[in-house]
């Protein structure tokens, strides 16, 4: 997860970082956390989950209005409106803002932390069958990779599990593509969650297992492989 702090105080970008970095040691969750203390992270905006925007910042620009460049923008995450005056919080959700904070409350800092989490901790299924037709829910956490057989879509699962479903694969990345995976090859989807290195000879799964990368797909593979590391490990 990646947090950034926006301010245009140092000693308020310093207090709330900190802040943050006690909580999540608390209840034992790693984060990167960056700090700015002006519009300069929009162009990078896509890295972070969720941001924590000062309303005030300086006479060039404000929280509401980087908010709303925020909205319209691809931006994924959430935004939490932190500021030394209440009088502004009805105005924050507005512009879709998550949470209102008060710099100096902490208690709150923490709230919007852990309300943010609940949101991400939904974990998320799609239904297969086994080789005998038998219905079953999978968390796609456990998904190693997809495969397009004869026209068939075969789900090998971390335990070495075959699990089977019917549509083309890129009906399964339309559905799967937003959770972590990517197609790799004319036949092959991979789940960047369970993905060890990726090579021009193929990609090694947790497992072992090395899936091959089509000519075609590697550049683009192997940036979005990069991204993905980026938003998801620290």
Known sequence: MRILVVDDESIWRDIIKGNIISYLANIGLEARIDCCKDASFIERIKLYDLIYLDIELDDEVDGFELAEQINNSDFEGKVVFITSHTEWARYGYRVNAFRYVQKNNKEELEE?????????????????????GETK???TDKIEYVESI????????????????TGTLANVL???????????????????????H????????SSGIIIPVGRTYYNEVKEKYAYWRLKNET
Do not use: D, P, W
């Open 137 to 139: 829910t999978v968390e």
């Open 198 to 205: 990726i090579k021009r000879r193929g990609i090694m799964l």
């Open 174 to 196: 339309e559905e799967l593509e937003n959770r972590g995976f990517c197609q790799v090859h004319r036949s092959y989807i991979v789940n960047f969650c369970n993905t060890k």
């Open 112 to 132: 919007s932390i852990e309300a943010y989490l609940a949101t991400k901790h939904t974990k998320t299924y799609i239904t297969c069958k086994t080789k005998l």
């Open 150 to 165: 004869n026209r068939h879509i075969e789900y090998s699962l971390m335990n070495s599990i075959k699990l089977y479903g």
